[in-house]
């Protein structure tokens, strides 16, 4: 073993000792490993505090696709607000009600609703009576449906939902401004994940990485971001260029996009310790077993889509969605096996809420 070698296990072991104990350098050179001996090295640190936090195992989420009518026009989201190239439709509520029960019989016992954004008091009281409709379901419910006053945050909350994703998408206000039109405003995300955080969510949220202009240190800073905040929950992905949008042009090169993912992935989990990191379905757009390659990089959340197939193509934020024709009882099989394939068992009928969360509810 070469002194480099010596120098990254010290590295490994430094941060997992204790949470936070990379600094933004470590955090820079960890994310900057290429050889492959080196990166298995840190797959497996990861992958072992991932398993000392959450055991052998992973929670399962159902995502519902509800809509994707969208106010947002992100220059990178297949959904943004000016792609007239899709269809536009909105579940109606006996539609989210009738896959929640889906999700429930599943043995998922968490879901997540998620759509493109809208606000007002129509579509806030509209999923305030979905929350209501499948409390009785008691499942860990989650949502996903971007920047919203604190207000409707609360009320949301109070109808049942106990976590929220937003991503910050990067934490570099500079590049968010590149990848945003100029009215969409990074202060206010920020002020939103504050809001929910006082709401009393477990809050999650995330990036995207190799996006256009991007370093690997912003990657470091978004790591350091989520500490800051005290994330309960990640979810990152690979950025995917959409051809319907205008960032749709950009290189495309699915291994190093994935490589870069996994490695966000493992460097989060070694910062962060007790998170929920999800595996997200950007990286099996990358690689058949890209989600399972995310597992084996210290995630240990899932979030299969339960969505009927007829809608799942108009619901594509990024070119090569995975999954559109199979069906939710399908998706079920195919992961079950793909996960028992690296040895981890899912956690059917258990909320598998942040551990993070719990933690700090303590105090
Ligand atoms: N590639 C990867 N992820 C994307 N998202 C939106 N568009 C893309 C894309 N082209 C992600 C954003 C958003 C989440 C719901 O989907 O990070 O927060
Ligand atoms: Fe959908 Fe494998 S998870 S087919």
Redo the contacts with the bound molecule.
Sequence with gaps: MGGGSRALTDLLDQAKARPQALDEDARTTLLSLEDPDELAALFAAARELKERYCGRTVALRGIIEAGNVCVKDCRYCGIRRSNANLERYTLTADDIVRLARLDARLGYASLVIQSGEIEGETHTAFIEDVLRRIAPLDLGVTLSLGEQTEETYRRWRQAGAVRYLLRIETSNPDLYARIHPADHDWNRRVACLAALRRCDYQVGTGVMCGLPGQTIRDLARDIGFFAEIDADMIGMGPFIPHPDTPLGDEPMDAKRRLSLGLRMIAVTRLHLHDVNIAAATALQALAPDGREQGVRAGANVVM??ITDTKFRRSYQLYAHK??LD?NAA??RG??ER?LQAIGETIAYGQRGDSLHYRTRAKK
């Design positions: 299969p889509n995975p999954c199979e399908l998706c195919c992961l793909r």
